[in-house]
């Protein structure tokens, strides 16, 4: 099997299971902000990508246990699961045979079964006719809205290549466990905390009669009904992503972790030599201010998951520069210079303030910016 575990050890694993005809690469636009916050593994299933494609049938209890074995050679014991349309099934089996081991389950454009043993063969006899090339075009109108087929994105074109290069035997093997999959009567078994993610486009697994079920059967499961087709998490890859973090990362649970989290990024965003100036210059005039900035500013809005800390500070840096806010404009870029952002990323953000906000703003901004990067080595 072939895989990929990224980010930093400690955090949180998250396991991302992807589409038959497809490969662990289905989930790169999520992958970026989701380290921030996770150790991710992908890999490739049983019969795709770069993993063996053994000849036979397989079964989705086969391709779970596949799992299994890969997070127990990688020395993991629990682990969240997110799985689309086939992964969807394997993460049912997961949660019916190995409970014990998900602190979370997503199922996203899938259903307890899919299809019906008419499609599934009629798809083998197309691969066996005609290989992979036979099914790739009507692969791809299940996959993407027309709308969004039209915007020729380029990861439309990545998902095609993928389809057309993965082994037919084991994209038969696959369709063969997906035909023979029916998982609805064991569907309240399912104790773990499940999120159903669902696609109002999508003619493969539609909400009526596949994420519904999902849904009513599964005590407690929550619905993220997405405006996208089958690969939702290509076609509206933010809202997925936003979905995902809903349902993972716990709200803080009192004011207290509010401002702890605060103090943190706070800390991380201007560093620690400013914070514990602003800390000790604090009088009983300044207190409650300090507070309410602490938990609202740094502990409520820069701690939320939907922007990367590089694009909020950006914008921080553009409203600054619009508002004429210099003393707050120059401390953001000195601290931003040091902790990552660079000369570029500042330069485009200034062009377009030019255009919104002024080009006399813009002006004094890029003066500013001249001076911190000669304060600051490494920079110029």
């Known amino acids: 099997m072939f895989y990929r575990l990224e980010g930093n050890e400690g955090l949180p694993i998250l396991v991302l299971s992807h589409s038959i005809g497809t490969d662990h690469s289905m989930w790169d636009l999520q992958v970026p902000d989701l380290l ?27 391709l779970g246990l596949d799992l299994l074995a890969l997070v127990d050679a990688l020395n993991i014991n629990t682990f969240a699961f997110c799985g689309l349309s086939m ?15 998900l602190t979370g389950l997503i199922l996203a454009n899938t259903s307890p079964r899919i299809g019906s043993a008419e499609l599934w063969n009629n798809r083998i006899e197309a691969v066996r006719k005609a290989g992979m090339s036979g099914i790739a075009d009507l692969a791809i109108q299940r996959f993407f809205a027309p709308q969004f087929l039209a915007r020729l994105s380029p990861y ?39 999120l159903v993610i669902a696609g109002e ?5 539609p909400l009526p009669g596949n994420g519904d079920i999902l849904v009513r059967q599964i005590p407690g499961a929550r619905l993220v009904n997405l405006p996208a087709a089958h690969l939702s998490n290509i076609e509206c890859s933010r809202e997925f992503l936003a979905a995902i973090f809903a349902f993972l990362l716990p709200a803080p649970a009192s004011i207290a972790d509010v401002m702890e989290a605060g103090f943190a990024v706070r800390r991380r965003v201007l ?31 820069w701690t939320r998951p939907g922007l990367d800390p590089r694009t ?23 601290t931003g210079l040091k902790s990552g952002l660079e000369p570029s990323d500042i330069k485009e953000t200034l062009l377009q303030t030019a255009i919104y906000a002024g080009v006399p703003a813009a002006n004094t901004a890029f003066q500013i910016v001249q001076e911190e990067i000669a304060r600051i080595p490494n920079t110029k």
Not at 87 to 96: F, P, S, Y
């Open 201 to 205: 486009k999508d003619v493969s697994t």
């Open 271 to 301: 560093g620690d030599a400013h914070v514990d100036r602003a800390i000790s210059n604090t009088t009983t005039l300044t207190e409650d201010f300090q507070k309410l900035i602490t938990q609202y500013a740094w502990g409520t809005v």
């Open 312 to 334: 909020r500070r950006l914008l921080v840096l553009s409203m600054m520069a619009s508002l004429g806010r210099w003393e707050e404009f120059r401390m953001h870029v000195n």
């Open 36 to 62: 921030r916050y996770f150790q991710m593994l992908r890999y490739d299933t049983r019969g795709h990508g770069a993993s063996d494609a053994p000849s036979g049938d397989y079964s989705v209890e086969q």
């Open 156 to 194: 439309i074109a990545n998902v095609r290549a993928v389809l057309t290069n993965t082994n037919a035997t084991g994209y038969i093997g696959c369709c063969v466990a997906l035909r023979e999959f029916d998982f609805t009567s064991k569907l309240p078994q399912i104790k773990v905390p499940t």
């Open 87 to 101: 992964g969807g099934t394997i993460g049912q089996w997961l949660a019916v045979h190995a409970p014990e081991r």
